[in-house]
C-alpha cells in the first residue's frame, strides 16, 4: 500500500474491493503509531472509533452503487473543529479537557460523506501562529527536516499528510494557516472564499477572516474534498447561498483563454533566491499551458500584514472572552472569589502569544485609540478589497509564491514574535479580501540557513471571490504538467 497515494488512487481501490477500508485504516493508524512520535502532528488518535467508522464505510461500499469519493478514505482534523465526544484543545492548556457535544459543519459533513476520522492534529494555540511553536504540547516536526517547522498554525495537518500518516486533512486559514504550511510541505492546500465553508463548530480566532479548508496531495483531491465540505449553513449566517459546483467534475487540464495575473509587489524584499526562481519557473508552465501572463500591480500588498496585525488580535480579544473557566475549560484550584477565577484561570490556561493578541486587541480597540487603530485599519482593508476586485476586472487569477522562505528551524519563530507577520506576509492580503486561494507544490529551494539542503517551495494561486473552480483548474493544470506534488519525504516511506 503506497501512503502517499491521492484520494482518487484510494477511492478507486475501495470499490474495487482491492482494500478494505477497515484495512485501509488499520494500515494509516500503524503509521501513526511509528511516526508520529518523532513528528508531534496528532494530538489525539481515535483508533476506536476509527474502525467502527471504517466498518460502516464498508457496509456502505458494499450496497453503495454510487458512494462519495470519500467513503472509507481516512483522514485528520486540526484540533480547532469541534468533535462530538472527541477531545477538542485548540493547543490550549484551557481547553485540555474539552469535549464538545456537537460536531463542526465541515466534519459534520465530511463525517457524512463516508470518511474516516484518525484523530485531532496538532495547531499554534488558538491558531496564533505559523509553526506550531505557540501549541501547549509543543511543535509538530516537518517530515522533510524534523529540525524544520512545518508551518502553522495548521502544521500539524500538513506535518501528518506529508509524512503519509493522513491522506488529507482538514485546517483553517485567516492569514496563511493553510497556504503556508502547505508550501513548507510540499503540499496543495486550499483556502475558501470567506462563507464558501461554514465556520460553525470551529472556535473561533478571526471571525471575519476564519475560513476552513483543507490539505492534501493534489489539486484533484482538494476539488473532492471542497464539494463535500462547502455550501450554506443556517448555522451560519456569513455562509453564502452559492451553488456548489461539480468542481471534481469540472476540472481543465489546459488552460488556454486564462488570464493570470503576475503581482510585481508580490516578489518582496528578502524572498529566497531559490523560491524566486521556482516561481519563475511555474509561472513559466502555465505559459506552456497555454496560460496568457500579464504583470499586474497591487501597490496596498505591502499593508496587509498591519491591517492583520491590528483587526485580528482586535477580534481574538473578544473572541477568548469567552474561555473564563466556568462553564468548561480550565478552572483555576486557587481562588477567593469570582474575580479571582476569571483571572487565574485565564493567566494559567492561555500561552504567551494568546495573553500578547488578547493585550494588543484590547489596547487597539479601547476608546482612547480605537479611532487611531482600529477603525483605520478597517478602512485600509476595505481599499484592498477594492484593489482586488479591479485587478480582477482584467485577470483571471493572480499568481505568486506562497512564502517568501521554505522552512525555517524549530525555535526561530519562537524567538521571533513578528515571524508569523513576516511568514504570511504573501497570504494575508487574499485573506483579508477573503478571497479564495490555493498553494501547490513548485519544486525545491535552499533555506538561507543551508544551503545544501532542499525543502519545498508553493506556488500561491488566488482568485476572484466565488472563483474556487478557476483556481482548481488553474492548479490542476499545472500538476498535470508538473510531478512536485508526486514528491515525498524518503524517511517516511516504510
Same mark, same amino acid.
Not at 458494499?62 to 462519495?68: E, H, K, L, T, V
Given at each position: 500500500?503506497?501512503?502517499?497515494?491521492?484520494?482518487?488512487?484510494? $477511492?478507486?481501490?475501495?470499490?474495487?474491493?482491492?482494500?478494505?477500508?477497515?484495512?485501509?485504516?488499520?494500515?494509516?493508524?500503524?503509521?501513526?503509531?511509528? %511516526?508520529?512520535?518523532?513528528?508531534?502532528?496528532?494530538?489525539?488518535?481515535?483508533?476506536?472509533?476509527?474502525?467502527?467508522?471504517?466498518?460502516?464505510?464498508?457496509?456502505?461500499?458494499? $450496497?453503495?452503487?454510487?458512494?462519495?469519493?470519500?467513503?472509507?478514505? *481516512?483522514?485528520?482534523?486540526?484540533?480547532?473543529?469541534?468533535?462530538?465526544?472527541?477531545?477538542?484543545?485548540?493547543?490550549?492548556?484551557?481547553?485540555?479537557?474539552?469535549?464538545?457535544?456537537?460536531?463542526?459543519?465541515?466534519?459534520?459533513?465530511?463525517?457524512?460523506?463516508?470518511?474516516?476520522?484518525?484523530?485531532?492534529?496538532?495547531?499554534?494555540?488558538?491558531?496564533?501562529?505559523?509553526?506550531?511553536?505557540?501549541?501547549?504540547?509543543?511543535?509538530?516536526?516537518?517530515?522533510?527536516?524534523?529540525?524544520?517547522?512545518?508551518?502553522?498554525?495548521?502544521?500539524?495537518?500538513?506535518?501528518?499528510?506529508?509524512?503519509?500518516?493522513?491522506?488529507?486533512?482538514?485546517?483553517?486559514?485567516?492569514?496563511? $494557516?493553510?497556504?503556508?504550511?502547505?508550501?513548507?510541505?510540499?503540499?496543495?492546500?486550499?483556502?475558501?472564499? /470567506?462563507?464558501?465553508?461554514?465556520?460553525?463548530?470551529?472556535?473561533?480566532?478571526?471571525?471575519?477572516?476564519?475560513?476552513?479548508?483543507?490539505?492534501?496531495?493534489?489539486?484533484?483531491?482538494?476539488?473532492?474534498?471542497?464539494?463535500?465540505?462547502?455550501? %450554506?449553513?443556517?448555522?451560519?449566517?456569513?455562509?453564502?447561498?452559492?451553488?456548489?459546483?461539480?468542481?471534481?467534475?469540472?476540472?481543465?487540464?489546459?488552460?488556454?483563454?486564462?488570464?493570470?495575473?503576475?503581482?510585481?509587489?508580490?516578489?518582496?524584499?528578502?524572498?529566497?533566491?531559490?523560491?524566486?526562481?521556482?516561481?519563475?519557473?511555474?509561472?513559466?508552465?502555465?505559459?506552456?499551458?497555454?496560460?496568457?501572463?500579464?504583470?499586474?500591480? #497591487?501597490?496596498?500588498?505591502?499593508?496587509?500584514?498591519?491591517?492583520?496585525?491590528?483587526?485580528?488580535?482586535?477580534?481574538?480579544?473578544?473572541? #477568548?472572552?469567552?474561555?473564563?473557566?466556568?462553564?468548561?475549560? %480550565?478552572?483555576?484550584?486557587?481562588?477567593?472569589?469570582?474575580?479571582?477565577? /476569571?483571572?487565574?484561570?485565564?493567566?494559567?490556561?492561555?500561552?504567551?502569544?494568546?495573553?500578547?493578541?488578547?493585550?494588543?486587541?484590547?489596547?487597539?480597540?479601547?476608546?482612547?485609540?480605537?479611532?487611531?487603530?482600529?477603525?483605520?485599519?478597517?478602512? @485600509?482593508?476595505?481599499?484592498?478589497?477594492?484593489?482586488?476586485?479591479?485587478?480582477?476586472?482584467?485577470?483571471?487569477?493572480?499568481?505568486?509564491? $506562497?512564502?517568501?522562505?521554505?522552512?525555517?528551524?524549530?525555535?526561530?519563530?519562537?524567538?521571533?514574535?513578528?515571524?508569523?507577520?513576516?511568514?504570511?506576509?504573501?497570504?494575508?492580503?487574499?485573506?483579508?479580501?477573503?478571497?479564495?486561494?490555493?498553494? @501547490?507544490?513548485?519544486?525545491?529551494?535552499? *533555506?538561507?540557513?543551508?544551503?545544501?539542503?532542499?525543502?519545498?517551495?508553493?506556488?500561491?494561486?488566488?482568485?476572484?471571490?466565488?472563483?474556487?473552480?478557476?483556481?482548481?483548474?488553474?492548479?490542476?493544470?499545472?500538476?498535470?504538467?508538473?510531478?512536485?506534488?508526486?514528491?515525498?519525504?524518503?524517511?517516511?516511506?516504510?
Amino acid at each position: 500500500m503506497n501512503p502517499f497515494a491521492d484520494i482518487s488512487e484510494l $477511492s478507486d481501490k475501495l470499490r474495487k474491493k482491492e482494500i478494505s477500508s477497515v484495512e485501509l485504516t488499520k494500515f494509516f493508524l500503524q503509521r501513526v503509531k511509528k %511516526h508520529n512520535p518523532a513528528l508531534n502532528a496528532y494530538l489525539t488518535v481515535t483508533e476506536e472509533q476509527a474502525l467502527a467508522d471504517a466498518a460502516k464505510a464498508d457496509e456502505i461500499l458494499a $450496497s453503495d452503487q454510487n458512494p462519495s469519493p470519500l467513503t472509507g478514505i *481516512p483522514y485528520s482534523i486540526k484540533d480547532l473543529f469541534c468533535t462530538k465526544d472527541v477531545r477538542t484543545t485548540a493547543s490550549s492548556k484551557i481547553l485540555d479537557n474539552y469535549v464538545p457535544p456537537f460536531d463542526a459543519t465541515a466534519v459534520e459533513n465530511i463525517k457524512r460523506a463516508g470518511a474516516v476520522m484518525l484523530g485531532k492534529t496538532n495547531l499554534d494555540e488558538f491558531a496564533h501562529g505559523s509553526s506550531t511553536e505557540t501549541s501547549a504540547y509543543g511543535p509538530s516536526k516537518n517530515p522533510w527536516d524534523v529540525t524544520r517547522i512545518p508551518g502553522g498554525s495548521s502544521g500539524g495537518s500538513a506535518s501528518a499528510v506529508a509524512a503519509g500518516i493522513s491522506p488529507f486533512s482538514l485546517g483553517t486559514e485567516t492569514g496563511g $494557516s493553510i497556504r503556508q504550511p502547505a508550501s513548507l510541505t510540499g503540499l496543495s492546500g486550499w483556502k475558501p472564499t /470567506y462563507g464558501r465553508v461554514s465556520r460553525y463548530g470551529v472556535i473561533a480566532m478571526t471571525s471575519s477572516n476564519d475560513s476552513p479548508g483543507a490539505l492534501a496531495r493534489s489539486v484533484a483531491d482538494l476539488a473532492i474534498i471542497a464539494e463535500v465540505m462547502s455550501g %450554506h449553513d443556517p448555522k451560519d449566517s456569513t455562509t453564502g447561498q452559492h451553488e456548489v459546483p461539480e468542481y471534481f467534475a469540472n476540472l481543465r487540464t489546459d488552460l488556454k483563454g486564462v488570464r493570470i495575473g503576475v503581482p510585481k509587489e508580490y516578489f518582496v524584499d528578502g524572498m529566497e533566491p531559490d523560491v524566486t526562481a521556482r516561481i519563475r519557473e511555474a509561472i513559466e508552465v502555465l505559459k506552456q499551458r497555454g496560460a496568457e501572463i500579464v504583470e499586474v500591480s #497591487l501597490p496596498l500588498t505591502k499593508y496587509g500584514s498591519l491591517v492583520y496585525a491590528i483587526v485580528t488580535p482586535a477580534e481574538v480579544s473578544s473572541n #477568548l472572552a469567552r474561555f473564563d473557566g466556568i462553564r468548561y475549560g %480550565h478552572q483555576t484550584k486557587d481562588a477567593k472569589d469570582l474575580a479571582e477565577i /476569571y483571572a487565574k484561570s485565564r493567566g494559567e490556561g492561555f500561552g504567551d502569544e494568546a495573553k500578547r493578541r488578547i493585550m494588543t486587541g484590547t489596547y487597539v480597540l479601547s476608546a482612547g485609540y480605537s479611532d487611531a487603530y482600529y477603525h483605520k485599519a478597517q478602512k @485600509v482593508r476595505r481599499l484592498l478589497v477594492n484593489e482586488f476586485a479591479q485587478v480582477f476586472e482584467s485577470v483571471d487569477a493572480l499568481v505568486c509564491a $506562497s512564502t517568501p522562505n521554505v522552512a525555517s528551524k524549530i525555535g526561530f519563530a519562537k524567538d521571533n514574535p513578528l515571524h508569523g507577520y513576516i511568514a504570511d506576509q504573501l497570504n494575508i492580503p487574499a485573506s483579508m479580501a477573503g478571497l479564495p486561494a490555493l498553494s @501547490v507544490p513548485c519544486g525545491f529551494g535552499a *533555506p538561507a540557513d543551508d544551503i545544501t539542503k532542499q525543502l519545498p517551495v508553493g506556488l500561491q494561486i488566488i482568485g476572484p471571490q466565488w472563483g474556487e473552480q478557476t483556481v482548481f483548474n488553474i492548479g490542476h493544470a499545472y500538476q498535470q504538467a508538473t510531478d512536485w506534488h508526486k514528491q515525498y519525504p524518503k524517511e517516511f516511506e516504510e
